[in-house]
C-alpha cells in the first residue's frame, strides 16, 4: 500500500473502532478491500491531529522541552527550532543479566549527555531514581515485559509497583496474542488498566510492530490512544520478528496524530537509523547506543530541517566512526 492508502484506512479503522465504542460495542474494523486497495467507508471521520497542550517550561531551557511534566508528544518540525540528538534518546538497559555497575554506568551516561530517559527494568528503578535525582533525566520502568502475555491485573501491580518507587514513565508490552487473536477489546481493557494504575506516570504501549499487520498496527494504535496512553511504540527488541522500521513508525504516527508520542526502538543502532526514525514522526529513539549518536552528531542542537532530508546519506559522512561502533548496540 502507497501512503494514501494507509492514510484512507486508518481513516477507516479508526471511524470503525470510535463508532462501535459510540454503540457500546466493538464494529468489526475489518477494511473491505479489491485488488489490494483500502475500501473508504462513506463518512469516516478524520484522526484528529492537533498538538497536546503542554505545560511551558520552566527552565526555559530549550533542550529539555521534551522530558517531564511538558513531554513533547508532536512529531518534530522546523517549527520546533533546533534539537540535540539526546533530547530522543531513551538511554536502555533490558538484558537480563544487566549488573549494578552496568546499570550505575547507564545513569551516568544519561546525566552526561542528558537523555531524555533511562528505560530499565523494574528491580533497578529505586536505584536509577537515586543515581539521577537533581536531574532532568526520567527513569522508565517496563512492564509485562518481553512477552506481554501475563494478566492486566498483574501488568497493573508492577505499574503502580514501579511508580511508587520512583519511575516516572512506564513502557508496557501490550496483549500481542490477543490482537492477533483479533481480541480487540481486550487489548484496550488492558492498556487501560496500566494506565490507570500508572497515574501520574506516562505510558508508552509497545504493540511489537514487526509481528503485525498494517491493519493491527493502525487498531493498536487507536485503542492505545482510546485507552489513554501517551506514547506508542514499536518494539521490545526481544522479538524474533525484528524492531523498528521506518514504514511502522510512519504509519503509527499517521494514526495518532500529534496527541501522542511515537518511540522507535529496536534496532536502531547507528545514528542514521535514528535519524530516519526521527523523520518517520519518532519524538524517542529506545537505544543502548544514544553515546554513539551524540559522539557522532555532537552534543548541542543539530540542524535537522538539513539532516532529516537525507538521514541515510549520513553514514558515509559520518567522520567520528561512531556510527560503525554504535552498531555493538544490543537494542
Not at 531524555?116 to 515485559?145: K, Q
Request: charged share 20%; hydrophobic share 45%; aromatic share 4%.
Amino acid at each position: 500500500m502507497n501512503e494514501q492508502e494507509l492514510s484512507q484506512l486508518a481513516d477507516e479503522i479508526v471511524a470503525r473502532i470510535q463508532g462501535g465504542r459510540r454503540q457500546g460495542k466493538y464494529a468489526d474494523a475489518a477494511v473491505r478491500a479489491s485488488g489490494g486497495q483500502a475500501g473508504v467507508r462513506s463518512g469516516a471521520q478524520p484522526i484528529v491531529r492537533g498538538a497536546l497542550a503542554l505545560k511551558p517550561d520552566p527552565t526555559g531551557a530549550a533542550d529539555i522541552a521534551w522530558r517531564g511534566p511538558a513531554v513533547q508528544t508532536a512529531a518534530w518540525s522546523p517549527a520546533q527550532g533546533a534539537r540535540r540528538v539526546a533530547d530522543f534518546v531513551d538511554h536502555t538497559l533490558l538484558k537480563a543479566e544487566a549488573t549494578r555497575a552496568e546499570v550505575v554506568k547507564l545513569c551516568a551516561e544519561a546525566k552526561q549527555h542528558r537523555f531524555a530517559a533511562v528505560c530499565v527494568n523494574g528491580s533497578w528503578v529505586e536505584l536509577c531514581v537515586r543515581e539521577l535525582r537533581g536531574t532532568d533525566v526520567a527513569v522508565a520502568a517496563v512492564v509485562g515485559f518481553p512477552l506481554g502475555a501475563m494478566t492486566s491485573r498483574a501488568k497493573a501491580f508492577e505499574a503502580k509497583e514501579a511508580v511508587a518507587t520512583g519511575a516516572n514513565e512506564i513502557d508496557m508490552v501490550a496483549a500481542i496474542g490477543r490482537m492477533k487473536s483479533g481480541e480487540w477489546a481486550a487489548v484496550e481493557d488492558d492498556i487501560r488498566a496500566v494506565v490507570e494504575a500508572s497515574r501520574p506516570a506516562i505510558v508508552k504501549v509497545i504493540i511489537e510492530s514487526a509481528a503485525l499487520t498494517p491493519e493491527e498496527i493502525i487498531k493498536a494504535c487507536a485503542l492505545a490512544k482510546e485507552a489513554g496512553a501517551h506514547f506508542v511504540k514499536t518494539s521490545t527488541g526481544f522479538h524474533p520478528s525484528g524492531g523498528a522500521s521506518e514504514q511502522a513508525v510512519r504509519l503509527m504516527r499517521l494514526v495518532v496524530g500529534d496527541a501522542l508520542g511515537v518511540k522507535a526502538s529496536g534496532g536502531v543502532r547507528e545514528c542514521q537509523s535514528a535519524l530516519a526514525m526521527i523523520a518517520a514522526g519518532a519524538n524517542r529513539i529506545g537505544t543502548s547506543s544514544g553515546v554513539g549518536f551524540v559522539t557522532c552528531l555532537g552534543p548541542g542542537p543539530l540542524p535537522l530541517a538539513e539532516l532529516l532530508k537525507a538521514p541515510h546519506a549520513h553514514g558515509p559522512v559520518c567522520t567520528s566512526g561512531s556510527c560503525q561502533s554504535a552498531a555493538g548496540g544490543q537494542y
